[in-house]
């Protein structure tokens, strides 16, 4: 096996809240890894730590009220980016790997035309000259597929539409050819015709630079369509993880189960023929207070003592390849007769 | 075949061009947000619209309930014309139609309880008072599935399925026959999503509610609706029973729009239709066929350049604008 591109060990990032509520622990022990190349996606519903999880891997958290505890471990191409000094990390963050957040709007500056942003980023890392980079620019966005890239070059943000600010986010991210792109629900925001331009403009720049993607969504169609292996957080924990056709066809923690057969299909017959959607029950509970025991067993069908009681560890699943390919933290991998059907 | 319980012919909503900043400088075109749209609802049904964002699918929520004005058309709800109707007899009729709006955040009072929320339209139609009041705010509360102790919670320290829920029993609470949900679940979380579909699918039923679903997810409104209009650019494109719509789309865009759906299952094979260039500005509709600059039918020719295509009956009870409804895509 090829040394993974990142390695995440037991990542624990929490939040001091303000009214005295406690603890946020956002992000507590997470693990996983990207290969160089490959397509990461990361799952999981509002809160459970995904934008938390990718700002602490570009040390863009803000401290305080946040802050990455001792013990945890970001490692690229073997350095640990938790130790590094600032000025190397600069070189690192948008050079090397590079991050579409979830607002295009809030992250491109409104005053300068998008040129000018593209162009920055051109000139700052790889020391181009103001003319070189504004050519950069210009074949930055005819890359990303907009049309008279010559002219739009000089517009402002407030100039385009969502999914043109979208693709200028993409070409300003891309511009030093980066080995990892961190894309932050690149599509949520976009209409769906213009979701599926923005997907297979990603699948292709993906193809044409050998970068690896860490795609960070919570639409289950949107990871089975472009990654090549799935991490699903849960409460601010890694819950399964496994390569993309192995979790579609055999999802085995309760909450992955729970999460697909609460997506309304359009390959599902409707509800008057084949009735209600099985939805997870109860909500995701507050970071500040995470179930004690296994952090799901509230909204669980097949809870029992013992996930009240301790807290799972990732357990190995099998399923052929190496150890470690599928991995589940659920106490069901120990006592599978507990896995009745459908509860 | 029962009478449609709403029907809406012919309706138009022009929004003026705003001129700019201090007034100066050339007048804006009108957006042209609703045009010449028109649909039935049989009692008991749900119509589903779906489109992409800015193509008029809240506008014509809110004009067939008046909240805004109609510049044309005829909306009939129950029998009653209400674009006819004087201010008095619209308030009786508000009690028969009410909307639920997509955001759980901003729709609710952040000064009221929940108990306040949901006592108010009850004294504002006079339909309750005192104890019977009382009576009816616990049943509505347990009819959506909160626990009776949210009576006295802030719209702040609810989730937002939880103010979802609260949104549906406020509608709810004058017993309205007729609802228009305005992408009541695009803001949730998807296993929330669920109990929130479910909710409406388990009401309908036991009340025989008459639902204006609107959302722009095409696979949710599979899961709910019976009749599926489609919307472009302020105008219907096609429209047909549900099963008909999704097992053969006449219309390009309704295959477009179907083929761009992420489906959770990696081994689905599908032939995705990646249309080119974005919606065009309402207020600068392309001429001809609306879709035109953006349709990938081969057949696509000058007349679809220059001539709007009608909305015509393609097959039974299957409406499509299109010049080739006949050789769908
Ligand atoms: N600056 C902050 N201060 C306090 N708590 C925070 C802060 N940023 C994030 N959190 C908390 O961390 C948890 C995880 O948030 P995060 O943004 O990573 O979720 P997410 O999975 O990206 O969700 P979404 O799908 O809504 O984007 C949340 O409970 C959030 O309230
Ligand atoms: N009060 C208004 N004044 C001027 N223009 C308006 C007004 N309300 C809506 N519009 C415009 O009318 C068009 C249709 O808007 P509408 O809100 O009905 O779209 P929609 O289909 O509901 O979109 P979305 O999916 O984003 O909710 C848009 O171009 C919008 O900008
Ligand atoms: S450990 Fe127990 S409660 Fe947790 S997911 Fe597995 S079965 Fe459910
Ligand atoms: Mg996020
Ligand atoms: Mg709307």
Redesign the interface.
Known sequence: MTEPLLRVRDLKTYFVTEHGSGTARAVDGVSFEVQPGETLGLVG??GCGKTVTSLSILRLIPEPPGHIRPGSFIEFEGRNLLTLEPRELRAIRGNQIAMIFQEPMTSLNPVFTVGDQIAEAAIVHQHLTRRAARTRAIEMLKLVGI?DPEERVDHYPHQM????RQRVMIAMALVCHPKLLIADEPTTAL???????I??LLDRLQADLGMAVMLIT????????SADRVVVMYAGQVVEQAP??AL?ARPLHPYTE??????????AP???EHG??????G??PAATAWPDGCRFHPRCPYAWDRCRAEAPPLLDAGGGGEPGTHTVRCWLLTDPRRRTPHP | MTPALVDVRGLVKHFPGERGLLGLGRPRAVVRAVDDVSFAIAPGQTLGLVGESGCGKSTVGRTILRLIEPDAGRVTIDGQDVVALGARALRALRRRMQIVFQDPYGSLNPRMTVHQMLAEPLAIHRIARGAEAERRIAALLEEVGLDPSFAQSYAHELSGGQRQRVGIARALSVEPHFLVLDEPVSALDVSVQAQVLNLLADLQQRRRLTYLFIAHDLAVVKHIADQVAVMYLGRIVERAPAPALYAGPRHPYTTSLLSAVPVPDPKAQRQRIVLTGDVPSPAHPPPGCPFHPRCPHPKKDTRCRTEPPALREVAPGQLAACHFAEQPL
């Not at chain 1, 209409?191 to 331009?197: L, R």
């Open positions: 519903e509002s049309p539409s969502g999914g043109m209409d769906v015709t213009i979701q599926a331009q997907l297979e919570h639409d289950l169609g949107v990871v089975a369509g993309t056709p579609f729970g999460l697909l057969a609460s997506v309304p299909r359009l390959d409707p509800a008057r209600r959607l099985h939805g997870i029950p909500q995701v």
